[in-house]
């Protein structure tokens, strides 16, 4: 055994899974990339389908954007792919356009982490960002829409999907939540 594959044993033994859990931040290359991806069309007609699709999907019609939707009494969302009209949406740049938009509706990020962990054939990313209204100075506690999830996966560098999660609480120490329909329009609206 060479000295590498000993030390390669010992560090990623057989059979055991290798996983790295690290705070998400933004390189400045990424940051340029999506400053230019806001002034992209893509992203206008993205929006006006998203909204479309969320109504299209309720109906069981067929919608413009690959989408599931989560629809539960405390909890609604949807998971998007990424391809679009024949392209890729970079679903990095849209987590980023949501997570900025609910940062300017006075929601606040309280967690942002990337894990990285490798599968039998692959490599496995997931970035998060959950986000929750400002801090409560009523009471009951305004929540607004709910708290927030978007979840990024990623294999092998391709993004596979987008997810985006409101959960809400139901006991009288909060807010009745703002309608979900009305936050699709405030994210996606044209």
């Given amino acids: 055994m060479s000295l590498f594959d ?3 044993e010992r560090l990623f033994p057989s059979g055991k899974k290798v996983s790295i859990h690290e705070t998400l931040q ?3 290359r990424f940051m340029d990339g999506y400053k230019v991806w806001l002034k992209n069309p893509q992203l206008l007609s993205l929006k006006k389908d998203l909204i479309k699709s969320w109504a299209y999907q309720q109906s069981n019609i067929k919608s413009p954007v690959d ?4 629809t539960s009494e405390h909890a609604k969302g949807f998971s998007i792919y990424p391809e679009y009209q024949g392209e890729l949406i970079p ?8 997570k900025d938009r609910l940062l300017q509706e006075s929601y606040r990020l309280v967690h942002a982490d990337r894990m990285t962990e490798g599968k039998n054939n692959y490599i496995e990313v997931i970035e998060r960002y959950y986000l929750k209204p400002r801090l409560p100075d009523t009471n009951p506690i305004d929540q607004m829409y709910g ?12 993004e ?10 139901s006991d009288r120490n ?3 939540p703002r ?8 994210l996606f609206d044209y």
């Fill in 6 to 8: 000993y030390i390669s």
């Fill in 147 to 158: 708290n927030i999830h978007l979840e990024l996966l990623k294999q092998d560098k391709n």
């Fill in 91 to 98: 679903l990095s740049y849209f987590m980023e356009y949501i």
């Fill in 179 to 186: 309608d979900f329909s009305d936050l699709m329009s405030l």
């Fill in 67 to 70: 989408m599931v939707l989560y």
């Fill in 160 to 169: 596979t999907r987008l997810k985006f999660l409101v959960t809400v609480y």
């Fill in 26 to 28: 933004r390189t400045q």
């Fill in 174 to 176: 909060y807010t009745i």
